[in-house]
């Protein structure tokens, strides 16, 4: 099992969205990707779309103002 | 798991900013799982021509000017305020300075995304071109029909 990371914070749409689908078709069943992004749109969808594609979404922690941790499994 | 979305885009317009309206909705709705079909006619052409510059292709000499002048995706006009050309590279340095995809960046996320090209084989007829003046990642040339065919039960949009 792997653990992958991505930083999306600087990113905005639609990049948030492709970084994340391209991160996410390289994980292997069990394998991690920590996510870090900012409050709104990524955060409003980027968990939801990850759970619809059949991901689960383990844990979204609040790392610093704006900022938040989302750890997404396959 | 959901049912899988359907985004159909008819790619018309060969401008700049509307190229990158499509490949923005294109590469996001890739991103979050729907399918996506980019139809391409007339100048929407300009955007998967093989030759990103300025280049005489085409059958018969008013297609290849035509050719010529329309260009590629890297002559693409902006719709108000072209400037003789040069508000697509300032549009461009814009874009970069705030962290905002690029066309090029939006282009090749779709490319990455497998968004699905076709070429309209009506449009390509008229402007004296083939299959091969496209980039290889045109999935097919085809008619209305077809593309009817292909983006029922989706939503499609008109740019």
């Given at each position: 099992m792997s653990a992958y990371n991505l930083d999306?914070?600087?990113?905005r749409c639609p990049m948030t969205f492709v970084k994340t689908k391209l991160k996410l078709e390289?994980?292997?069943?069990g394998d991690t990707l920590e996510i870090l992004l900012t409050t709104g749109e990524p955060l409003n969808n980027v968990p939801r779309t990850a759970t619809e594609q059949g991901?689960?979404?383990v844990e979204t922690t609040l790392v610093r103002e704006n900022i938040h941790k989302v750890v997404i499994r396959k | 798991m959901a049912e899988k979305n359907k985004l159909s885009i008819i790619c018309m317009s060969g401008d700049f900013d509307k190229a990158i309206a499509v490949f923005t909705l294109a590469s996001g709705a890739a991103a979050v799982n729907y399918e996506v079909n980019i139809f391409f006619t007339f100048w929407g052409l300009n955007t998967i021509k093989k030759k990103t510059g300025r280049s005489f292709n085409g059958k018969g000499i008013l297609a290849r000017v035509f050719n010529f002048l329309l260009g590629g995706r890297n002559n693409l006009p902006l719709s108000r305020l072209n400037f003789g050309g040069a508000s697509p590279g300032l549009m461009t340095s814009l874009m970069k300075s705030r962290n905002v995809a690029t066309l090029s960046e939006l282009f090749q996320a779709s490319i990455a995304l497998k968004v699905n090209f076709y070429v309209c084989e009506m449009a390509m007829h008229v402007l004296g071109l083939?299959?091969?003046?496209?980039?290889?990642?045109?999935?097919d040339v085809l008619g209305v029909a077809t593309f009817l065919e292909l983006s029922k039960g989706g939503q499609t949009l008109f740019i």
């Amino acid at each position: 099992m792997s653990a992958y990371n991505l930083d999306i914070t600087k990113d905005r749409c639609p990049m948030t969205f492709v970084k994340t689908k391209l991160k996410l078709e390289e994980l292997e069943e069990g394998d991690t990707l920590e996510i870090l992004l900012t409050t709104g749109e990524p955060l409003n969808n980027v968990p939801r779309t990850a759970t619809e594609q059949g991901f689960t979404v383990v844990e979204t922690t609040l790392v610093r103002e704006n900022i938040h941790k989302v750890v997404i499994r396959k | 798991m959901a049912e899988k979305n359907k985004l159909s885009i008819i790619c018309m317009s060969g401008d700049f900013d509307k190229a990158i309206a499509v490949f923005t909705l294109a590469s996001g709705a890739a991103a979050v799982n729907y399918e996506v079909n980019i139809f391409f006619t007339f100048w929407g052409l300009n955007t998967i021509k093989k030759k990103t510059g300025r280049s005489f292709n085409g059958k018969g000499i008013l297609a290849r000017v035509f050719n010529f002048l329309l260009g590629g995706r890297n002559n693409l006009p902006l719709s108000r305020l072209n400037f003789g050309g040069a508000s697509p590279g300032l549009m461009t340095s814009l874009m970069k300075s705030r962290n905002v995809a690029t066309l090029s960046e939006l282009f090749q996320a779709s490319i990455a995304l497998k968004v699905n090209f076709y070429v309209c084989e009506m449009a390509m007829h008229v402007l004296g071109l083939e299959k091969d003046d496209f980039i290889p990642e045109v999935k097919d040339v085809l008619g209305v029909a077809t593309f009817l065919e292909l983006s029922k039960g989706g939503q499609t949009l008109f740019i």
